[in-house]
């Protein structure tokens, strides 16, 4: 057999399989947690005058550390724990350098873990609606043209992922899950690439990557409890 019609074999199977049912919880649910740009938007709104602010997830124990510009002039930090509409905790700010003092402990409510579900299910679901728009790519033009959408499609998704605060039981499968993701996105890329150089061999192994991590997001994903099929 010719490269031309292995590599189309490829193209016709590359990106073009959609993610499907990822469950009627985005339906029934409210947002999970404040996302970081959610939370600093939130502040910003909330004190106008001070700030701006940029929220990060933290390990520390606080969902997010913010660091924003206070009344005096100071560059400064806080510590944040939130729910899914508001903050929670917050800690005294201090100047960046310093450590923040120890985050509250707090106990994860059937609720949290609920809304934690629902952000995983729907960011799986954009990723499915989005996909199924684009056509599927039957040939090597027809997945030039269509590279850029379905490549962002991807990174919008890891992106999605990344700025989901987990709940603290199952930190380690969502962290499998995130990094999934992205390697997702680097396939993605390297795929391309082996296609633009008509390498069959790289664009075989890039794809069977990106089949690969999708199994890796659909098995972490169900051990959190969400629905996000491969």
Same mark, same amino acid.
């Given at each position: 057999m010719s490269r031309t019609p292995l590599i189309r074999a490829l193209l016709i199977g590359c990106l073009a399989t959609v993610s499907s049912g990822c469950g009627d919880v985005a339906s029934k649910l409210p947002g999970g947690r404040l996302t970081a740009a959610e939370l600093s938007s939130y502040l910003d709104h909330r004190t106008p005058g001070v700030g701006p602010y940029t929220c990060n997830a933290s390990n520390s124990g606080w969902d997010y550390v913010c660091s924003f510009t206070?009344?005096?002039?100071? &560059?400064? +930090?806080?510590?944040?724990?939130?729910?899914?509409?508001?903050?929670?905790?917050?800690?005294?700010?201090?100047?960046?350098?310093?450590?923040?003092?120890?985050?509250? $402990?707090?106990?994860?409510?059937?609720?949290?873990?609920a809304a934690f579900v629902h952000r995983v299910e729907a960011a799986c679901a954009t990723r499915a609606s989005d996909l199924h728009r684009l056509k599927s790519p039957r040939t090597?033009?027809?997945?030039?043209?269509? &590279?850029? $959408?379905?490549?962002?499609?991807? $990174?919008? &998704?890891?992106?999605?992922?990344?700025?989901?605060?987990?709940? +603290?039981?199952?930190?380690r499968s969502f962290q499998r899950l995130t990094a999934a993701a992205q390697s997702r996105v680097d396939a993605v890329d390297r795929f391309h690439e082996a296609v633009l150089a008509r390498k069959l061999g790289e664009a075989h192994a890039a794809f069977a990557e990106t089949r690969s991590t999708s199994l890796v997001i659909a098995r972490e994903a169900h051990r959190l409890g969400a629905t996000c099929a491969a």
């Open positions: 206070s009344d005096r002039g100071e &560059f400064v +930090k806080m510590g944040v724990q939130v729910s899914a509409t508001e903050p929670k905790v917050e800690s005294t700010p201090v100047p960046v350098g310093m450590e923040l003092p120890p985050a509250p $402990a707090t106990e994860q409510t059937g609720h949290e873990r090597r033009s027809a997945y030039l043209a269509s &590279f850029t $959408a379905r490549r962002l499609v991807e $990174a919008e &998704f890891a992106n999605a992922v990344r700025q989901i605060v987990p709940p +603290k039981l199952g930190i």
